[in-house]
C-alpha cells in the first residue's frame, strides 16, 4: 500500500474544536451513550461522545451495511415493467470512535463484499465513509480480542502496511488523544485540529496503556490449528447438546456480529402495483428457514444452525477469506439469551479431542 | 458492474413435459448476441413481485441466442411462470456458477446418473457430449423417477438411444395403475449391475436428490469409481449468486460461486449434507 503513517497528539481542550470543524463537513458517527446504553449514531455535537465507552449492541460495520434497503424498482411503463437501479445514498460521513476489534469487524466484513465479486451496494455506501478507530481502553468480560489479534489496540501491521479503509487511530493518553493517519484522508482529517508532533514520551505512554489494557483481558480462545479441529469434529454431541439443550434461535449472536453478511430479499409492491421494490434484509444462519429449499431444509436443527455459526466464523471463514470471521468482540456471547458462548465450545472440543 | 440487475429476457414458447413441467425457451431482450453459457451452470430467473429463483440451464446455447430452463411448478415464483405467455418478459441474472468438466473427461467413460428433474442440467451434457461424439468413449445414462410421467424429456430418449456406443437404462419408484411401463422397477443405483463401463477409466456425473446421489457415490466407489472423478450439482437455497447473501454456504463453499457442480471429494463429509 505504501501509505504515509505519521503521528501527532491533540490536547483534549482542543478535541471539541476539531470535531465541530469535522461536523462542518462530515456527518459525525460515534459511540453515544444514553441511559445507561451505547449505540452508534449522528452526533449532534462533540459533548455527546462517550469516548471510554465498552461495547455497543449494534457494532459500527452496520452503520454502512444497513439492515434494509432496496436493491432496484420495477416501475410500470406500457410494456411491463422498467428497471431501475437504487444505489444508497452517499453522504460523506466520519465513523469516529470505532474500537480495534470493530475495525477489524469492518475491514472482514469488506472482504466478503469486495472481494473478487464486488457488491455495487455495500461498494456504494462505503465509498463516502471514512473511519477513525479508538484504541480501547475499557475491556468487558465477554472481550477476548487479543487471541484474535485484533484488539484491544490496534495492530496495524497485521495488514502489512497500513490498512486501506481505516484513516486514523486515536489513543486516550489522559490529557491529550494520540492521532495516528494512514494515507492522505487521515492526513486532511487531523489538518484541521490544532496538533504537535508526537514525542517519544507518547509512545511511551501509548505502549504503557496498551500493556495495561490488554492485562486486562481475562477470555481467552486458543486459536491454534481451529479451523482444523472444528472440520474434524463436525459430529461432536456438543453441538447437539448446545445447540438442542441451549440455543432458542432467536439470531441475536448473527445480528450483533460485526462480521455476519447473510441476507435475504423479497419483493415490496405498492397495492396497485404501479412500483415494485426488491428489498435485501439481514437474514440469520439462526433462523430455521435459512436453508430451506422446496421439500427439505439443510439445516432443520438448532444443533446444525448452531454448528453453522461457530464453525463458519472459526473455520470455513478462513479458507474463504484467510482471516478469522470472528474478531472477538464478543458480542454473541453478550447478547445471547442462554450464555452460548463460542470460546467455550470451541475449548471443550480441543480439551475432549486432546484426552482422545 | 452491479450483478444484481436483472435483464430481460422474451419467452418464445413453452415445451410440457407433464402438467406441472415444462421447457421455458428464452431469448434476451437486448440485442441479438449469443447467450453463452457452460453446461452445469445456471441463471436466476425471477418476476417483478415474485421474486428470483436459481435455474439450471436445460439447453446448450443456440445460435439465434435462446437459451432453455425445464421448470417444474412448486411454488410461486415457478406458477407465476407457468402463467406467461409467449413475448412476455422474463428477468435474467447469470449465467454463475461452475460448469460439468466436460473439458476434463475427454476420453472416458462418460456414466451419467440423474434423479428427477437432476436430468435438467445433465441433458446438456448429452447434447454436448453426442455432438462431440469422437471425444467420449462408452456413455451410459441412468434416470430414475418417482413414475413414468416424471421422466422428462422420454421424446428424446430414442434420439438418445441411437447414439453410437450409448446406453440409456430407466427405473421409476412405482408405476400408478394402468400405466404402461416395462422398463425397470426401483432405486436407481438397481440399475448397477447392468452398467458396462470400466472404473479405471470413467468419469460420473450424477444430480438429483442429495440422498440418491449419497447412494450413487458410495455403491460406486464399492465398484471402484475414483471419487475424484466423480461429479455432483447440488441445490441450495440462493438469493444473490454471487457468495454474498450467504444462504448457500455449504462449509466453506458458496454453492453458487464454488458450484454448483463439486467434485465428489470436495464436498463429501462437509456438515449439512449427506454425501
Redesign the interface.
Same mark, same amino acid.
Given at each position: 500500500m505504501g501509505e504515509q503513517v505519521s503521528a501527532k497528539t491533540v490536547k483534549k481542550e482542543d478535541v471539541a474544536g476539531w470535531i465541530e470543524k469535522l461536523q462542518g463537513d462530515y456527518a459525525v458517527i460515534g459511540p453515544v451513550s444514553e441511559r445507561g446504553f451505547t449505540s452508534y449514531r449522528r452526533i449532534g455535537g462533540p459533548a455527546e461522545i462517550d469516548w471510554g465507552y465498552g461495547s455497543t449492541m449494534i457494532p459500527p460495520s452496520k452503520t454502512v451495511y444497513v439492515p434494509e434497503q432496496a436493491l432496484l424498482r420495477f416501475v410500470k411503463s406500457e410494456d411491463g415493467y422498467r428497471i431501475e437501479e437504487v444505489l444508497p445514498r452517499t453522504e460523506k460521513r466520519i465513523l469516529l470512535g470505532v474500537h480495534p476489534c470493530d475495525l477489524h469487524g469492518l475491514l472482514v466484513l469488506e472482504r466478503a463484499f469486495l472481494g473478487n465479486i464486488k457488491d455495487a451496494y455495500y461498494s456504494a455506501a462505503r465509498a463516502n465513509v471514512l473511519v477513525v478507530g479508538l484504541n480501547c481502553q475499557s475491556v468487558g468480560d465477554d472481550c477476548f480480542c487479543a487471541s484474535l489479534g485484533t484488539g484491544p489496540f490496534f495492530g496495524y501491521w497485521m495488514w502489512q502496511g497500513p490498512p486501506q479503509g481505516c484513516n486514523a487511530l486515536l489513543t486516550d493518553l489522559g490529557d491529550r488523544f494520540l492521532v495516528e493517519t494512514f494515507g492522505e484522508e487521515g492526513e486532511m482529517l487531523v489538518a484541521r485540529a490544532r496538533s504537535a508532533p508526537e514525542t517519544p514520551a507518547d509512545v511511551g505512554e501509548k505502549l504503557k496503556r496498551e500493556a495495561a489494557s490488554r492485562e486486562q483481558i481475562r477470555k481467552k480462545l486458543n486459536t491454534e490449528n481451529l479451523p482444523g479441529l472444528l472440520r474434524r469434529n463436525l459430529k461432536h454431541p456438543l453441538w447437539r447438546e448446545t445447540g438442542n439443550g441451549r440455543c432458542l434461535s432467536c439470531t441475536n449472536c448473527t445480528l450483533v456480529c460485526p462480521t455476519c453478511f447473510c441476507y435475504d430479499t423479497w419483493d415490496r409492491a405498492e397495492l396497485d402495483l404501479s412500483v415494485i421494490e426488491r428489498i435485501r434484509r439481514w437474514d440469520s444462519c439462526q433462523d430455521e428457514r435459512f436453508a430451506e429449499v422446496h421439500g427439505g431444509n439443510f439445516r432443520s436443527t438448532r444443533e446444525a444452525r448452531l454448528r453453522q455459526f461457530v464453525c463458519h466464523k472459526l473455520s470455513y471463514w478462513v479458507e474463504q477469506y484467510g482471516c478469522f470471521g470472528c474478531v472477538g468482540c464478543g458480542r454473541c456471547i453478550t447478547w445471547c439469551p442462554t450464555r452460548i458462548d463460542l470460546t467455550e465450545i470451541a475449548e471443550q472440543i480441543r480439551v475432549e479431542e486432546e484426552r482422545r | 458492474?452491479?450483478?444484481?440487475? *436483472?435483464r430481460?429476457a422474451i419467452l418464445i414458447g413453452t415445451k410440457e413435459h407433464a402438467p406441472d413441467t415444462r421447457t421455458f425457451s428464452l431469448r434476451m431482450r437486448d440485442g441479438d448476441a449469443r447467450f453463452e453459457f457452460r453446461p452445469g451452470q445456471f441463471n436466476l430467473l425471477g418476476l *417483478?413481485?415474485?421474486?428470483?429463483g436459481p435455474f439450471a440451464f436445460s439447453s446448450l446455447p443456440q445460435v439465434d441466442g435462446s437459451f432453455e430452463h425445464t421448470i417444474r411448478a412448486?411454488?410461486r415464483l415457478t406458477k407465476g411462470l407457468f402463467k406467461l405467455k409467449p413475448g412476455?418478459?422474463v428477468?435474467v441474472r447469470g449465467p454463475f456458477g461452475s460448469a460439468w468438466p466436460l473439458d476434463e473427461v475427454k476420453g472416458k467413460d462418460l456414466l451419467v446418473v440423474a434423479g428427477g428433474m437432476g436430468m435438467v442440467p445433465l441433458r446438456p451434457v448429452l447434447l454436448e457430449v453426442f455432438s462431440k461424439r469422437a471425444d467420449y468413449r462408452r456413455i451410459v445414462i441412468l434416470f430414475g423417477a418417482r413414475t413414468p410421467a416424471e421422466l422428462i424429456y422420454s421424446g428424446e430418449f430414442d434420439t438418445w438411444r441411437r447414439q453410437p456406443d450409448t446406453t440409456l437404462l430407466l427405473t421409476v419408484d412405482e408405476v400408478p395403475p394402468g400405466t404402461d411401463w416395462e422398463g425397470h422397477t426401483g432405486v436407481v443405483t438397481g440399475l448397477f449391475p447392468e452398467i458396462n463401463v470400466e472404473a479405471e477409466n470413467a468419469a460420473v456425473l450424477t444430480c438429483g436428490p442429495e440422498i440418491m446421489m449419497r447412494f450413487v457415490a458410495r455403491g460406486l466407489l464399492l465398484r471402484r469409481f475414483s471419487p475424484s472423478r466423480m461429479y455432483t450439482s447440488l441445490?441450495?437455497?440462493m438469493?444473490?449468486g454471487?457468495?454474498?447473501?450467504?444462504?448457500c454456504?455449504?462449509?466453506?463453499k458458496?454453492v453458487c460461486?464454488d458450484g454448483p457442480v463439486f467434485r465428489y471429494d470436495e464436498v463429501s463429509g462437509?456438515?449439512?449434507?449427506v454425501l
Open positions: - | 458492474m452491479n450483478l444484481q440487475l *436483472p430481460e *417483478p413481485g415474485f421474486g428470483e412448486v411454488g412476455e418478459i428477468h441445490e441450495r437455497r438469493k444473490c454471487t457468495g454474498h447473501c450467504g444462504h454456504q455449504l462449509g466453506p458458496f460461486k462437509l456438515a449439512d449434507t
